[in-house]
């Protein structure tokens, strides 16, 4: 890789929160809030501020435990609590309740159908929520989502240097005039990835590898906050796969937080410090190492396969919380 | 007489003769401009038939207009405009809320549509005048004709040029235009639905502009002939605009000459010509037959 993190042109401009304490997972324990005084302010209760009271807290449990005299203040990136997403009446995710701490690397696993690819669309407010919550503590301009390969047109008469410019697209719109310094942007992210020369190849002209490829260099001048890829390593070769996981790597240094849809559990274990093992329901959820245990992955196939009309509703009633789009698909 | 002077007669008199032959020249390639880049935006689309279903929709609007106020221009344009507009709408819609995509639905209006459409063209007017809408004649273009088919060409380039990036980001990746929508509230398909609503307006209002100078059949055949074929052509989009409204000049200058020449019906001639070049282009184009059997050599790298 020939990224350099002192020449390249983007920015690791700060989070809304500073957060110095990136790679911990941020799970509010009951004690920490009663030792800091803020017992009852357990997170999910909805108000920003009761996070963020707990956020504090939890800063003044890390000075207690001597640790450096720095308040803490990590406020989760996604919050999920009790998010429940269906497909006419079956649940895709089923109750989901968790953080995504800022800066973390995360990836998500579980079998096919256990609702990986349904938890990234519902972050990114491309499906309904059909309960539960969900929060985010990033502008939806910082954020930027990667689907499946499948769903992109591979065959658009388009340049390889035009479709790394849609990049720009949360802030130049359909209108504004791209700069000299965002055509540098393109060029250093194409580098970045190994495409270097290639501005003016039409996209119908690149494999499946470089089309990748090209996705990245696009995620890279979107410059995100928050970054969710879905399995973006099928049917990589390994020297793509390698390359776009140093991307991922480097990313993760930025302090970006990085969520991931994984098929192999190899790479899993050794790119990404925590995991979410889905299957519907949540397995589990924490550092990758005693998330991807036997007991858990023999649990998530188990579960993944049921799909019975006849089932019960699910009484676990949870109001419907969320104002963004909470409303049945049935 | 020379060489000259026999091209000169053949292609040149019947437009210096005729002032009907020169308002339908205009109006050609006034559509030709506007229509054919609309319809390589329908084919990147996968929604080449859609220009078919739409201009089977306007009809049912263009029967009242021609119920309520006769064989008179403005009605029936307005009446067609307001149809086709309905229709995408609905369809759209149906579209947004159901799980049915765009095509399904609007296969399933406009059909209901056309249905409507031939029941009230053939209660109140004779077989002629359902063959007049349907086959039209740009031989028959008057002012009002051309000063319509004008407005709609210009307002369609304009907008077409406001649009483009929009538009075309839309066709390529509309879940990243979804997800990237400046504004905080995103639907299912995001901000991509406005875009895809004005862009069909634009194809509703060009075919009906179309339906006055080539027939609602035929104003389709010279939005997706020529953008059809010029596809074969290159590999990027403004390329391919620029080719399939020359193609679409072409087949309107030559359809016009044949026409008057051969006494056939101009419409057809103009489509006719237009499939031609199409059939042309399958065999010599770069991404078309022959090009393939030539190029048995192949380069290291």
């Known amino acids: 890789m020939h990224y350099d993190a002192n020449t390249k042109p983007f920015s690791t401009t700060a989070l809304p929160i500073p957060t110095t304490h990136a790679t911990e997972d941020f799970a509010p324990q009951k004690a920490t809030l009663e030792r800091a005084g803020l017992a009852g302010m357990a997170p999910g ?9 707990a956020v504090v807290g939890r800063g003044l449990g890390q000075w207690r435990g001597r640790k450096p005299l720095v308040f803490l203040v990590v406020w989760p990136m996604v919050t999920l609590d009790n998010l429940t997403v269906s497909y006419r009446q079956h649940p895709a995710l089923h109750h989901v309740s968790g953080h995504f701490a800022p800066g ?32 985010l503590t990033t502008p939806r301009s910082r954020m930027a989502y990667l689907p499946q390969v499948a769903e992109v047109d591979r065959s658009f008469p388009m340049v390889v240097q035009d479709c790394v410019l849609l990049g720009f697209w949360p802030s130049l719109g359909a209108w504004g005039g791209v700069t000299a310094a965002q055509s540098d942007q393109v060029l250093a992210a194409l580098q970045a990835v190994g495409l ?29 906050q928050l970054i969710l890829l879905d399995e973006p390593f099928n049917a990589m070769d390994s020297k793509t796969t390698a390359a776009l996981l140093a991307l991922i790597a480097q990313w993760h240094q930025q302090e970006r937080t990085v969520i991931a849809v994984l098929h192999n559990d190899t790479q899993v274990r050794q790119h990404f410090p925590k995991t979410l093992l889905l299957a519907r329901e949540l397995v589990a959820w924490g550092d990758t190492a005693q998330v991807m245990t036997e007991p858990h992955l023999r649990q998530a ?7 019975d009309d006849e089932a019960e509703f699910c009484d676990i009633d949870t109001p419907l919380r969320d104002t963004r789009s909470a409303r049945s698909t049935a | 007489m020379s060489l000259l002077q026999t091209l000169l ?75 086709g507009m309905l229709v995408a709408g609905i369809a759209g819609l149906v579209s947004r809320f159901t799980t049915l995509k765009e095509d399904a639905s609007l296969a399933a209006i406009y059909l209901v549509a056309l249905a409507l459409g031939v029941t009230l063209i053939s209660r109140q007017g004779t077989q002629l005048d359902l063959l007049h809408i349907l086959f039209g004649s740009a031989l028959g273009v008057d002012e009002a004709g051309l000063l319509l088919v004008a407005s709609v060409a210009s307002v369609s380039l304009l907008a077409l040029a406001l649009l483009y990036r929009g538009l075309v980001l839309e066709s390529f990746d509309a879940v990243f235009l979804a997800v990237s929508a400046r504004r905080g509230r995103v639907g299912r398909q995001g901000g991509g639905w406005v875009w895809q609503q004005v862009f069909l307006m634009l194809v509703v209002i060009n075919l ?16 997706m002939l020529p953008a059809v074929s010029a596809r074969l052509w290159h590999d990027t989009l403004p390329a391919q605009l620029v080719n399939a409204s020359v193609q679409a000049l072409l087949a309107g200058y030559f359809g016009l000459v044949l026409s008057y020449h051969l006494d056939t019906p101009s419409g057809p001639t103009i489509i006719g010509c237009a499939g031609v070049l199409y059939f042309a282009s399958l065999l010599v184009a770069p991404g078309g037959w022959l090009p393939r059997l030539w190029a048995t050599r192949h380069r290291v790298a």
């Open chain 2, 208 to 223: 009906v502009a179309g339906f006055q100078t080539l027939g609602t059949l035929m104003a389709v055949g010279l939005m």
């Open chain 1, 301 to 307: 196939r188990a579960l993944a396969e049921a799909w």
């Open chain 2, 9 to 83: 007669d053949l292609l040149v008199s019947p437009f210096a003769e005729f002032a009907f032959m020169r308002r339908a020249l205009v109006a050609t390639a006034a559509l030709s401009l506007s229509a054919a880049p609309l319809g390589v935006f329908l084919t990147l689309r996968r929604m080449s038939l859609l220009g078919d279903a739409l201009s089977h929709a306007v009809l049912p609007g263009v029967a009242v207009g021609f119920m309520l106020f006769g064989l008179s221009l403005p009605a029936m344009a307005a009446g067609g405009v307001l149809a």
């Open chain 1, 104 to 135: 973390s690397l995360t990836a998500v696993v579980g079998p096919n159908g256990s609702g990986k690819s349904t938890l990234l669309k519902s972050i990114m407010g491309l499906l309904p929520l059909s309960g539960g919550q969900l929060s």
């Open chain 1, 196 to 224: 270097a020369g290639f501005e003016y190849r039409p996209l119908n002209s690149l494999s499946s590898g470089q089309f990748q490829r090209v996705m990245f260099a696009r995620l890279l001048v979107q410059d995100a």
């Open chain 1, 45 to 53: 209760t909805g108000s920003a501020a009761c996070r963020l009271a």
